[in-house]
Structures are given as structure tokens and as C-alpha cells.
Nanobody, 116 residues
Framework: QVQLVESGGGLVQPGGSLKLSCAASGFIFSWYPMSWYRQAPGKERELVATISTTGASTNYADSVKGRFTISRDNAKNTVYLQMYNLNPEDTAVYYC?????????WGKGTLVTVSS
């Protein structure tokens, strides 16, 4: 019954900002690192960012370093992705992900479109 539900996607102009949320349930959220992936049309899914259980450590894809920030609120069972200075290459479906008990779980995704 692990569930990951993303929200916050939408249409934004180049240079704009968006904040995505992922609400988690069905497992002890604070025990697991969380990740954001994205997939653009016709391209492979790629890892965007990962955050450790406490939030003390984060990792980012080179393409988003300095522009995106991953964070988490363990009391709310929620992980966030704050995105700044968006460009059209950031257009993709963004997915929340957790690896638990030897199984990976995905949300259904939220679409981010960056366009003039």
C-alpha cells in the first residue's frame, strides 16, 4: 500500500519557478531516502535529485545544480522539489520515487511545461 502522489506541476514561462510536492503514505517515511526523476517526451527517465532520510545530504543531476532544491518534511511525510530559473529543457513529467524492502515505487507523475 505504498503510495506516492505528486502535485504542483503546470505551465510556466522560461525563467520562472515552480515547487513540486510528493505526499507519501503506506511506509515509515523518515526511514528512507527519497528521489525525484523526470522524463521528457521521447527520452529516458533520468534522476534529478535525491535526499537522505534526515535531509542532511542531497544530490543533484548536473543539469539542475544551482537551480533546483530538494527538501523534505518528515512530520508531513512530504518531499519537495523547488525549481528556479526554468528553461524549456526542464519540460517533463516529474516522478517521486522510493526504494523500500528491495522494491522501487513510483508516483504517477506531474507534468511541468516550460514555454513562452
Amino acid at each position: 500500500q505504498v503510495q506516492l502522489v505528486e502535485s504542483g506541476g503546470g505551465l510556466v514561462q522560461p525563467g520562472g519557478s515552480l515547487k513540486l510536492s510528493c505526499a507519501a503514505s503506506g511506509f515509515i517515511f523518515s526511514w528512507y531516502p527519497m528521489s525525484w526523476y523526470r522524463q521528457a517526451p521521447g527520452k529516458e527517465r533520468e534522476l534529478v535529485a535525491t535526499i537522505s532520510t534526515t535531509g542532511a545530504s542531497t544530490n543533484y543531476a548536473d543539469s539542475v545544480k544551482g537551480r533546483f532544491t530538494i527538501s523534505r518534511d518528515n512530520a508531513k511525510n512530504t518531499v519537495y522539489l523547488q525549481m528556479y530559473n526554468l528553461n524549456p529543457e526542464d519540460t517533463a513529467v516529474y516522478y517521486c520515487y522510493v526504494f523500500r524492502a528491495h522494491v522501487g515505487y513510483w508516483g504517477k507523475g506531474t507534468l511541468v511545461t516550460v514555454s513562452s
